[in-house]
């Protein structure tokens, strides 16, 4: 008898489900028309949409229109997840929102050999749903719970980054009526979500209005695929393109397996056969009207930059930036926009895509630019040249941030174009606007700071060399190989070089010695000098001309910062010529580029002189008058990240700052990587110094230096000498590090600890010198007995001060 109450049940429930219309169920609802039709009924806060199209492919995205605000977080207005092809598919009552896996492949007309592939690795069933009415070839689905779901993994995100331990709550969660659209090729659904958690770290409770509630602006996207007529282009490595990757296993056995497609928009000629041509579709940016009227016509003209890189491959007006007209949706996919976005710090700006995950073509630029980075160049503008005399204007600096503006334009829509980082591009004259550039700052004949040629203007010749390889159209396959091969062997003929972010480039470990972020120049170390003598320079003139009138004093703090520190990243570059090498990607058969070598002895001892400068305590410690002149903070203004770390509480704190610069130089000279290849160099070629000599010198200029007699610049040297020792145990104390790294650190430790106790016996020595020495001693001591373990987060670090 239960049985067959249950079967009944069943059957009615069936009965019901399918027996009722759309029509009928939507009656009173309101209706939106596009890629996929959608239903709303705001009284109910539900939005229906309708599927008509089971196991068919789209894209599906999520991405933030409305964000936290805090760029250490990342959670910024605009930002994109990745991309995931998925198809609805329906089994029952109910609908399933499917995603392929698009790594491993089969490109076969064999369909068992398809199938086969596709069996082999797991897909993912992103959602379920029920079904709500029907037609005869449409089914109606409630999409609401989706859209108030943390498909953007929000609070993963901010968990990772320790901020917190935040949940959903749906009861403060809702739709977004009028934000719910569809469009011929994409449907739009946002939702406002919002978190709730207990234990929000310090970048929440810098942004948020209540730090234990969060609420933001999440978007999913369904976008229609591109049609079958995009041929991709397979990737080189020597060529700047970002590509996608996918394993294929129906490549023949003496095939790579792995193929590689660059990623690009789709551009055709409209007359495939003349030498120059109108695109049948030109690519189109739309510049964010909301942003500030100069900054808007600084970005579109940079973004313009790009059109001469595609007359080179043979294009014209195919490439085109615009003011984002009344009326225009950015959310529409037809559109590649650039977003200009407020958050509550200065931060990285992103060109992000829409792509087709199966070919690598790109859908849609997605540019997100931060409005607080114009404002860091105008500080760092005004921190060398103290724009604010009487006859004196900011206009230098406000030129200095309309270039880097223009450049930044370039530079992320050049992402959204499919390129990537080139940081070796500023040693051939800012060739590439993907590369991050340092403003040049220089010393004229009479002695003053000029900014007045601190950004190139213009597209370089690696963008156009680079558009020309990936979107210049031929007229078949034959042609093509011969064509793209003779593109890039002219271009490293010439000259020209392209090393990658990543090991190569980024960071105090990354190896190449001539790609670095934010450097300039063809000679690194002599760039480094250069910068050091712009420093001495504007140290010397710094003063109440870097202020406005009406400032407080103690806002110099925040100016001085970034020209305290200001070589800090040429020094880094300098310092990955120490055990550094040289060297492009090598391809057999492909004579584009030198053998790998080693940077030469002469080189990495000359960068060592050139680093080690930097922790002198005439480098490192500031005139007194500038020392006298900042107070504590003013009522009102606090201190920040961007302001100096200091032990003093509010007083200004000469020794703070300057352990900061030398806990980011030593990073540099003691990063375990370095001294590892410092030591696999020397035992390879004994030309090249050892380790031990290595360790030896740096310790000679910093815990074993000549004493000074002037009391500031005494105490700088100690600090530094403190840092020295701190970097050392923490590199004899790591799991991580190679033995013989560790192994001849410790020894010098030893060794150390031996020397100081004889110094403190000097009876002529300061009181000073004597207490910090004994100090010394007892850390080493205290070290090796295993009562103290060093931590990065015992010194003071360096504040943010990227020219970004």
Same mark, same amino acid.
């Given at each position: 008898m239960l049985k067959a109450f249950v079967a009944f049940t069943i059957i009615l429930l069936t009965t019901s489900a399918s027996g009722k219309s759309i029509g009928d169920f939507t009656d009173g609802m309101g209706k939106k028309e596009g890629f996929y039709n959608l239903y709303h009924d705001n009284n109910q806060g539900k939005v229906y949409l309708v599927v008509d199209r089971f196991q068919e492919d789209f894209i599906y995205k999520v991405s933030l229109p409305g964000a936290l605000g805090s760029n250490d977080v990342g959670l910024d207005r605009g930002q994109l997840g990745g991309t995931k092809l998925v198809y609805f598919d329906r089994v029952g009552l109910k609908v399933f929102l499917h995603q392929k896996n698009t790594r491993f492949i089969a490109?076969?007309?064999?369909? &068992?050999? +398809?199938? @086969?592939?596709?069996?082999?690795?797991?897909?993912?069933?992103?959602? /379920?749903?029920?079904?709500?009415?029907?037609?005869?070839?449409?089914?109606?689905?409630?999409?609401?719970?989706?859209?108030m779901s943390d498909q953007h993994q929000s609070a993963s995100k901010i968990k990772r980054r320790g901020q917190g331990d935040f949940s959903l709550d749906q009861a403060r969660s809702y739709v977004n009526f009028d934000k719910v659209k569809t469009f011929p090729k994409n449907t739009e659904?946002?939702?406002?979500?919002?978190?709730?958690?207990?234990?929000?770290?310090?970048?929440? &409770?810098? +942004?948020? @209005?209540?730090?234990?509630?969060?609420?933001?602006?999440?978007?999913? /996207?369904f976008v229609e695929l591109p049609d079958d007529n995009y041929r991709p282009r397979l990737?080189?490595?020597?060529?700047?393109?970002?590509?996608?990757?996918?394993?294929?296993?129906?490549?023949p056995t003496n095939k790579p397996i792995e193929q590689r497609y660059i990623s690009r928009h789709r551009l055709?000629?409209?007359?495939?056969?003349?030498?120059?041509?109108?695109?049948?579709?030109?690519?189109?940016?739309?510049?964010?009207?909301?942003?500030?009227?100069?900054?808007?016509?600084?970005?579109?003209?940079?973004?313009?930059?790009w059109n001469q890189a595609f007359e080179t491959a043979g294009f014209k007006n195919a490439f085109q930036a615009k003011i984002m007209p009344e009326g225009m949706d950015p959310d529409d996919v037809r559109y590649n926009v650039v977003n200009w976005v407020h958050r509550s710090t200065r931060g990285w700006s992103y060109g992000s895509s829409v792509?087709?995950?199966?070919?690598?073509?790109?859908?849609?630029?997605?540019?997100?630019?931060?409005?607080?980075?114009?404002?860091?160049?105008?500080m760092i503008a005004n921190a060398v040249i103290g724009p604010f005399a009487d006859a004196k204007t900011t206009k230098e600096s406000i030129e200095l941030v309309l270039?880097?503006?223009?450049?930044?334009?370039?530079?992320?829509?050049?992402?959204?174009?499919?390129?990537?980082?080139?940081?070796?591009?500023?040693?051939?004259?800012?060739?590439?606007?993907?590369?991050?550039?340092?403003?040049q700052i220089t010393v004229d004949a009479d002695g003053n700071i000029d900014i007045s040629k601190a950004y190139a203007q213009g597209i370089g010749e690696w963008n156009k060399i680079a558009v020309n390889w990936g979107y210049r159209q031929f007229s078949s396959p034959e042609e093509e190989a011969t064509g793209l091969k003779t593109i890039i062997e002219d271009a490293y003929a010439a000259g020209h070089q392209f090393i990658a972010d990543g090991p190569d480039s980024r960071g105090s470990s990354s190896l190449h010695a001539d790609s670095h972020l934010w450097d300039?120049?063809?000679?690194?170390?002599?760039?480094?000098?250069?910068?050091?003598?712009?420093?001495?320079?504007?140290?010397?003139?710094?003063?109440?001309?870097n202020i406005p009138l009406g400032t407080p004093l103690s806002q110099l703090e925040e100016v001085l910062v970034p020209l305290y520190y200001l070589p800090r990243f040429q020094i880094n570059a300098t310092s990955k010529s120490i055990g550094g090498m040289l060297y492009g990607y090598e391809i057999k058969g492909e004579n584009l580029v030198p053998r790998h070598s080693v940077v030469t002895r002469e080189r990495q001892d000359a960068a060592t002189d050139i680093v080690l400068e930097a922790l002198s305590a005439d480098y490192l410690t500031l005139p007194s008058r500038i020392l006298e002149l900042i107070p504590p903070k003013a009522f009102g203004y606090k201190l920040t990240k961007e302001s100096f770390p200091r032990d003093t509480g509010a007083a200004f704190d000469a020794l703070s700052m300057a352990e900061a610069h030398a806990n980011s130089t030593l990073s540099l000279l003691m990063e375990p990587s370095r001294l590892a290849r410092i030591n696999d160099q020397n035992i390879r070629d004994v030309g090249q110094i050892s380790l031990d000599r290595y360790i030896v010198k740096v310790a000679g200029k910093t815990i074993l230096a000549k004493h000074h007699l002037h009391p500031l610049r005494a105490a700088v040297q100690r600090r530094v000498g403190y840092v020295f020792v701190h970097h050392m145990m923490m590199i004899a104390g790591s799991t991580s590090a190679s033995p013989s790294v560790t192994a001849m650190t410790a020894s010098h430790l030893n060794g150390l600890k031996l020397i100081l106790e004889n110094k403190i016996s000097n009876e002529e020595m300061t009181r000073e010198y004597k207490a910090f020495y004994q100090q010394q001693s007892h850390r080493i001591e205290q070290f090796f007995n295993g009562k103290y373990e060093p931590n990065a987060d015992e010194i003071a670090p360096i504040p943010p001060g990227e020219p970004i």
């Open positions: 490109t076969s007309n064999n369909p &068992r050999e +398809v199938l @086969a592939a596709v069996d082999a690795f797991a897909p993912s069933v992103v959602w /379920s749903f029920d079904v709500i009415a029907q037609d005869k070839d449409k089914t109606l689905i409630d999409i609401t719970e989706l859209m659904l946002e939702s406002t979500v919002t978190f709730i958690g207990n234990n929000p770290g310090d970048y929440i &409770r810098s +942004v948020a @209005a209540n730090p234990n509630i969060i609420t933001l602006r999440q978007r999913l /996207s990737f080189h490595p020597a060529m700047s393109f970002n590509n996608t990757q996918v394993i294929d296993f129906a490549t055709e000629k409209k007359n495939p056969n003349a030498a120059i041509s109108e695109a049948v579709k030109p690519i189109v940016y739309y510049i964010d009207s909301g942003a500030p009227e100069a900054i808007r016509s600084a970005l579109r003209d940079g973004v313009q930059w792509k087709d995950p199966r070919t690598g073509e790109i859908i849609k630029g997605h540019v997100t630019l931060g409005s607080l980075r114009s404002r860091q160049d105008f270039a880097r503006t223009r450049q930044l334009g370039a530079h992320e829509v050049g992402h959204t174009l499919g390129f990537a980082h080139n940081y070796i591009a500023s040693t051939n004259g800012d060739s590439d606007v993907m590369d991050y550039p340092h403003p300039f120049g063809s000679d690194v170390l002599k760039q480094t000098q250069e910068l050091y003598k712009v420093r001495r320079v504007a140290i010397s003139k710094f003063g109440l001309d």
